[in-house]
């Protein structure tokens, strides 16, 4: 047998060495990790040949990356084009907080704007959530939040600002070359007919892309946010939790939570509203309202018949529920059991569309720096009567009723992770600028 040159078999030589040294780093990190408990060091994980893709279908800790993913039929392929369109935009993130033992919540973030030297990515306010409580969040100071991209590099992640009421957060990361996602507006009567979504993350141990099929419902949410919509992409995995909701014509149309029966979804035009707000201001601006509502055509058919017989035709709009006592001069003389029909003429379709017609009037009277006034058209059941009211849209007052702004969120039970550096794995080239 002709015997390997010298230089090539040096090469070699010096690979091989190369890879012992790796596996003997990822084997050290780990017995660390995992202390001198354990009866022997743990053997290192072999490294992989190629960097897994998102069509794999086996993950590192061997579960299948996606139900969904090995449907090739055509529907199925649109699906798996739509979560690929968002998919370099995807990421998933981590908050640490000390304790016995340390946890972590690993979600899913999308990147959305890059301001200055840092790039912003979106996500659940679950995130900084306290397990113990659904309106309580850890104090900043004391969460260490770990960003996995795309390309599985592991960046330090900063909370910038959060929401509450939406269950928003805002993430930062040192400027990467990352495309960031267009949260457009969709049209207001999109959602009143169910359609076919993919629900896309990105798994924390892992880093590979998931995706769940499924399809928008007209179904009321059981958690206390308005705004949210449900699909049927059924996941139970907290890492879907701050990703993204797609239709198959690949436009985004909102951000995943996850509750016991149900898969809500934050609206588009709510989260790139929040957005634009935690830019102008460092926090979304609520205007001093605070009506609480369903979208009519989400009421139980017996409570919609009885409404029909009152008008002339169906009415649409917005079925009010709750208004606050402390807020109650800024609504005009709407009551609890009218029905919004029309905002400055836009005729409502769903307390999304409100909400969003809401937060626009916000910047303007924040930029005009006085409250502005919103012609409403009032339907009332009651006596079947038409009647015109005027919304007062201001800021609310500082401290005032903050309980209000709160809502009650379903936060899983958090889990110890552990993550290594990016040399014991099979990383690819930085992608930061």
Known sequence: ?????????????????????????????????????????????????????????????????????NDFSAEGLRARDAALSVCKSVVSISASTDGDPPSTFACTGTVVAHEGSATWIITSASLIRKPESDTEVHEPHAVKIEVLLHNKKVVKGRLLMYDLLYNVAIVSIARAKLPAAMLNDLPDSYFLTPGLVVAVARKFESGRLQMKRGETLRAACELDCDELMVSTCQFEQNFFIGGLLVDLEKRILGMNFIDERTTPFLPVQIVGRCLRHFKAYGEVKQPWLGIRGRSLHLLESARLEEICHKFSKPPSGV????????????????????????????????????????????????????????????????????????????????????????????????????????DIYDWVDDDSD
């Open 1 to 69: 047998m002709e015997e390997m040159p010298p230089k090539k078999k040096r090469n070699q030589e010096e690979g091989e060495q190369r890879d012992l040294e790796k596996e003997a780093k990822a084997a050290r990190l780990v017995f660390l990790l995992f202390g001198h408990g354990t009866q022997s060091e743990p053997e290192p994980k072999p490294k992989p040949a190629c960097p897994p893709s998102p069509s794999s279908s086996s993950d590192h800790d061997g579960e299948s990356n996606s139900d969904d993913d």
């Open 319 to 422: 079925f009010v529920d709750m208004i606050p006592e402390a807020s109650s001069a800024n609504c005009g003389g709407v009551e609890v059991g009218d029905i919004l029909n029309q905002l400055d003429g836009v005729v409502l379709h769903s307390i999304a569309q409100l909400t969003s017609l809401l937060l626009d009037k916000m910047e303007v009277a924040m930029h005009e720096r006085r409250p502005v006034i919103l012609k409403a058209l009032i339907q009332r059941p009651k006596d079947g009567a038409t009647v015109a009211a005027k919304l007062i849209v201001a800021e609310r007052p500082p401290g005032e009723c903050d309980t209000l702004l709160n809502n009650r969120w379903t936060l899983p039970p958090p889990t110890v992770y552990y993550w290594g550096p990016p």
